[in-house]
């Protein structure tokens, strides 16, 4: 268990995953874009997974009412065969949320490089912010916990898929 909550934390850690299904890629389009939350449902949906699905791609992400603050994303492609169609997934951190980390984490150490130099006049706060980040980010991907096998589980469902032991 806390190996997993550690690579839950790790913004690098990729879970590959891969599907197979009896349905056609559109048929698979279908069956999630059917399961998506509309982009305007900030609160309340009946629907289980926010994100975008074509005939090709998709990534998807558990929908929450509270909003989607670093949730786990399900990236992948359907690919064709003679008995139906190959879901190969990567599972992990949104490429946008893994961004953000990357900017704020080193932004905060040399704001806080600054202040132990003398720049700004509360030293102490720029520490304080940046362990309020960091804790931030902690809690929120601590709250999305088992949303990597929820993922897997839905996509299961929704595509009458079983999981594959195949490298991708």
Sequence with gaps: MRTEALQHLN????RH???TTRLSPIECAERVKADLAPWWSFF????QLSGRAGEERLAVRRFRGSGQ???SEARGRFVPGGDGTRLELSIGWRRIDVAGVAIALPGALVAIALAEAGQPA???LLGF???LVIAVVVINRLVTMGDDEFLVQRLVTLLEARESSEPN
Excluded at 44 to 47: A, C, G, H, K
């Design 11 to 14: 913004p690098l850690h990729v």
């Design 17 to 19: 995953v891969v599907l």
């Design 44 to 47: 309340v949906s009946d629907r």
């Design 69 to 71: 603050r670093l949730p």
């Design 122 to 124: 509360q030293p102490w």
């Design 129 to 131: 912010v940046m362990l």
